[in-house]
């Protein structure tokens, strides 16, 4: 059921939007078009709220929610559910960031993420950033409020010169901190599977589904030699990629291996890890990458389009772009 029995493109959608969050906070609160610009220079369009002299101004954005309406939910319910969010918002305190130009008060709460240099050249623009093969690390800044939950906020050129720190003490710190809240995960890519079905399709009343456990019994059932593929990621399996700047990871991953191994990029949240035992055809596998990054990867989440082998005698790692000769 349509609005009035009309169909809206998206900017005039936006607009009803803005107007039904408008009607309904009245002359206190500013809405606003906003138009963030995401990993991979991936663009979300969204509203703002923001309550006057306030520093907090929360946003939702539109791009699903117009998917929502053209497959027929109305846009008054759409609406509605947006102002029900933005709800959530109203009377939080600010935010407090008073201890923003105090270095030493807040490296504790510093992160880093690694992203594709290519297909990051909007996003940062603003940002503190460095080169790291054919990819950029960038840094942020967590915070958390009691009444909105976490958050980040990217480090800037101006707070770099704020703290009065280089870029390599921001590195080693920010890569430590990740090293501590957020501690290396390396495991089979198999036993992660299993984990993972298990976690994700038991009830309320920790029964298994047939179907799943089935899944589960033939995942179990494999030889060690279908193991011999690993994940490297976090524990929190979000930004996972950047444990390969963590101290020493790789190595590790090469002692525990015993070997040189290869790095697929699986997406910024883990990397793949694939022993080398001489029989990986690096043609066919960097071919594999970019089908899966365009076709399975949503475009925020895509890494790099190739292959990394590490050379654990000279600890290097290299990225792979054609067949070894």
Not at 101 to 111: H, I, T
Not at 294 to 310: A, G, K
Request: charged share 25%; net charge negative.
């Amino acid at each position: 059921m349509r609005d009035y029995g009309f169909t809206y493109d998206f900017e005039n959608f936006k607009r009803k939007i803005i107007g039904y969050v408008s009607d309904h906070f009245g002359d206190a609160y500013t809405v606003d078009e906003t138009d963030c610009v995401k990993n991979n220079d991936t663009t979300y369009h969204g509203i703002s709220l923001r309550e006057k002299d306030s520093n907090i101004a929360p946003i939702i954005y539109l791009d699903e929610l117009y998917q929502i309406y053209s497959n027929g939910e109305s846009i008054q319910q759409i609406a509605e559910s947006v102002i029900d969010h933005f709800r959530i918002y109203v009377n939080v305190p600010d935010l407090n960031l008073d201890e923003i130009d105090n270095y030493e008060a807040v490296k504790k709460r510093l992160g880093v993420k690694l992203l594709n240099r290519s297909l990051n050249s909007s996003y940062i623009e603003k940002k503190v950033y460095v080169e790291y093969m054919d990819l950029i690390i960038v840094f942020f800044l967590e915070y958390e409020d009691m009444s909105i939950g976490k958050g980040i906020i990217g480090v800037t050129p101006d707070m770099l010169s704020m703290w009065d720190i280089d870029t390599e003490t921001l590195l080693r710190d920010a890569t430590e901190n990740m090293n501590k809240n957020y501690p290396v995960e390396f495991t089979s890519l198999v036993d992660l599977l299993i984990r993972e079905y298990k976690y994700r399709f038991e009830d309320e009343n920790n029964i298994q589904r047939e179907d799943i456990k089935d899944i589960v019994e033939q995942l179990t059932s494999l030889s060690t030699y279908d193991r011999q593929l690993y994940v490297l990621t976090n524990e929190s399996h979000n930004l996972g990629a950047s444990t390969i700047l963590y101290p020493d990871t790789l190595n590790k991953v090469g002692s525990a291996l015993n070997t040189d191994f290869y790095l697929i990029p699986s997406s910024i949240h883990e990397i793949i890890i694939i022993p080398d035992n001489g029989n990986v055809n690096e043609e066919v596998m960097n071919k594999m990458i970019r089908t899966v990054n365009s076709e399975h990867l949503s475009p925020e989440e895509v890494l790099s389009d190739h292959l990394y082998r590490y050379h654990r005698v000279n600890r290097v790692l290299e990225p792979v772009h054609s067949m070894r000769a």
